[in-house]
T-cell receptor
Framework: GENVEQHPSTLSVQEGDSAVIKCTYS??????FPWYKQELGKGPQLIID?????GEKKDQRIAVTLNKTAKHFSLHITETQPEDSAVYFC????????????FGGGTRVLVKP | NAGVTQTPKFRVLKTGQSMTLLCAQD?????MYWYRQDPGMGLRLIHY???????AKGEVPDGYNVSRLKKQNFLLGLESAAPSQTSVYFC???????????FGPGTRLTVT
């Protein structure tokens, strides 16, 4: 089955700096890669996603890049703000698995004011 | 819309006790999922359902059972709780089209 590795496990940045989280996946058939943000005491919430036919996608301060050859994808947050502090999860879905997501282990991001 | 709700929010069980976690969604979603979240391991899929009356095993199904008697509800049962089942449990739902899963607020379960 699919295996998703996520790094780093914790990330501390100064407000205004950029944050980058990287994930690798094992199943070359995976075709959908979402990123979820989980605030303290809440369930995860989708913030951005990308399909395998696209190399990059942006939404305001958030961007995701995908390298299918290397089987890795990354989340980029620019101009970080205190409200970006949360746990971020990447995930991947092999086409054969329908829409069952395999999640990475999570990255705890702390934005210091 | 309340979205996805979970009952209870917290529970402490003794080893060997049983309990049922309830997930309810008011978005008329076909797909529903149960995950467990453990530190450093992300979310792991326990069981899922692609529609009323159907269930299927996920990545870590042992020790759990589920039922989807009504489209809006997905129940997760622990027949004989073990300390290894101490975790935070999340339910999610998804419409038949689109990929976003909508998560509930979670249930924190401790088994002593």
């Amino acid at each position: 089955g699919e295996n998703v590795e996520q790094h780093p496990s914790t990330l501390s940045v100064q407000e205004g700096d950029s944050a980058v989280i990287k994930c690798t996946y094992s199943d070359s058939a995976s075709n959908y890669f979402p990123w979820y943000k989980q605030e303290l005491g809440k369930g995860p919430q989708l913030i951005i996603d990308i399909r395998s036919n696209v190399g990059e996608k942006k939404d305001q301060r958030i961007a995701v890049t995908l390298n299918k050859t290397a089987k890795h994808f990354s989340l980029h947050i620019t101009e970080t703000q205190p409200e970006d502090s949360a746990v971020y999860f990447c995930a991947a879905t092999p086409k054969a698995a329908g829409n069952k997501l395999t999640f990475g282990g999570g990255t705890r991001v702390l934005v210091k004011p | 819309n309340a979205g996805v709700t979970q009952t209870p929010k917290f529970r402490v069980l003794k080893t060997g006790q049983s309990m049922t976690l309830l997930c309810a969604q008011d978005m008329n979603h076909e797909y529903m999922y149960w995950y467990r979240q453990d530190p450093g391991m992300g979310l792991r899929l326990i069981h899922y359902s692609v529609g009323e009356g159907t269930t299927a095993k996920g990545e870590v199904p042992d020790g759990y059972n589920v039922s989807r008697l009504k489209k809006q509800n997905f129940l997760l049962g622990l027949e004989s709780a073990a300390p290894s089942q101490t975790s935070v449990y999340f339910c999610a739902s998804r419409p038949p089209t689109g990929n976003e899963q909508y998560f509930g607020p979670g249930t924190r379960l401790t088994v002593t």
